[in-house]
Nanobody, 115 residues
């Protein structure tokens, strides 16, 4: 069984930086796309950033220029968050799309940005 496990959530001050990490455990898959989504209270889940096996990234408009996604050649994907805003407060979910099909989600990690 494959699990995506996020780490790094917590309380951060506005204007500060923070990072999240996600590691895949269990059966080793090759991942086509890995990434991060987030869901704020009362809002729909939205794209934060994704990265392909070839390193092509896609960042959501609300985080462009502030957040950076990266991954290693194995099963981890990281998110560096800079210039955090109050509206970045959300549960952040790790996402993975297997080569050959199949989507997986982590359970989420809460990031709270305080003033």
């Amino acid at each position: 069984q494959v699990q995506l496990v996020e780490s790094g959530g917590g309380l951060v001050q506005a204007g500060g930086s923070h990072s999240l990490s996600c590691a895949a455990s269990g059966i080793i898959f090759r991942w086509n796309i890995m990434g991060w989504y987030r869901q704020a209270p009362g809002k729909q889940r939205e794209l934060v950033a994704t990265i392909t096996r070839d390193g092509i990234t896609n960042h959501g408009d609300s985080v462009k220029g502030r957040f950076t996604i990266s991954r290693d050649m194995q099963n981890t994907v990281d998110l560096q968050m800079n210039s955090l805003k109050l509206e970045d407060t959300a549960v952040y979910y790790c996402y993975g799309e297997r080569v050959g099909g199949g989507e997986y989600w982590g359970k989420g990690t809460l990031v709270t940005v305080s003033s």
